[in-house]
Each structure stands twice: as C-alpha cells, then as structure tokens.
C-alpha cells in the first residue's frame, strides 16, 4: 500500500489516481505504507505543522528504507529548514531550501530537466524533458541531485538517495511524462 500524505493542501486526486495510494494522515495507515508519497503545495511552516502528529512516525519509515517521494514541498521537507520561515524539516538531508532570486517568481510553467544521473525514476524518460513547475523555493544543488533545471540559478529539480526521491516539478500535472515519474515510483522501487 502506498501512503499519500494528506497536508490538507495539493492535488492529492490525480496522485492517487496514477499510483492507486491512499491519501491519509493516519498514523497506522503510515506506519503499515510499503512506500510514501509526500505531495507539495503551500507553504514549508503550514505543512510541518501539520505533519506534527505523525512526523517521528514519517522519519522511522524513511531511515528504515521505505520508498519515499516528495513532490515539490514533499521534496523541501526532507531538508533541515527552509528561508520560507520556521519551522524544523524532516532532515533526512542537510541544508537548507533557499528562496528563488532569479526570474519570475514563483517558478510557474513547463521547464526542462537535465538528468545526470541514472535513476530508476527517470526509467524510460529522456533527457531534457519538460516538466511543470510551481514553487518560489529550491533545493541547491547537492551530493543527492539526479537532474537539475536553469532559473536563474541552476537547481535541483530531483534527488535521490537509497530509498529517497525528490522531485521539484509536479509529475501529477505533467502530463504521460509525469505519470511514467509515478508509475516508475509505483512499479520500480
């Protein structure tokens, strides 16, 4: 069963739709997931207030090796903190989510992803393929990017990390491309 983190904000529907998870803030529906799903819209502090309940619970399940994805905010959480305001990520990795400087802001729209890395999400998708975006905050470039996207600054557009992915973009709204990002994430991890 794959657990879909309700934040009580995101397009959890077309989510579940592609990947048939549960969309849930149930501790026990999350501790008995064979892989999590953290959706992102909305705003660093509001999601990990939300997330207090069952946030230790969440950090057992990565460390332990669960597959897990964030999406966007799902992807920032997995970071000590954020420039967007207070609040402690879940700190799977270290740093800190800088705010966009360059550009229009927020990001918004179709942008490429450059892939340098092999990655069992990218499975069958080619280089520079456009995803859409939709943030005002980035990871930097770090040990754990698989791609990476030019705004301004070039950034991380996804991560990984044993057990961990991480995608700046919205596979849900990026059309066949985006549904392979879920499907892989469903069928091959």
Known sequence: MIAIIDTGTGNLFNIQKVSGGEITDDIATI?????????GVGSFPF????IKPFRNTLVKKIRDGTPYLGICLGLEV???????GKGSGLSIFNGSIKKLTEGRIPHIGWDTVNILKNSKLFS???NNTYFYFLHSYYSPVNPYTVSTTEYG??????IEYKNVFGVQFHPEKSGKDGIKIL????DGI
Do not use: H, T
Not at 31 to 39: L, R, V, Y
Not at 78 to 84: A, G, I, Q, R, V
Not at 153 to 158: C, L, T
């Open 153 to 158: 600054n070039v950034i991380s557009s996804s």
């Open 78 to 84: 997995l970071f000590e903190s954020s420039e967007e």
């Open 47 to 50: 999601v990990i207030d939300k």
């Open 124 to 126: 069958g998708i080619k």
């Open 31 to 39: 501790e008995n997931a064979d892989k999590i799903i953290f959706p």
């Open 183 to 186: 499907k892989n994430f469903r």
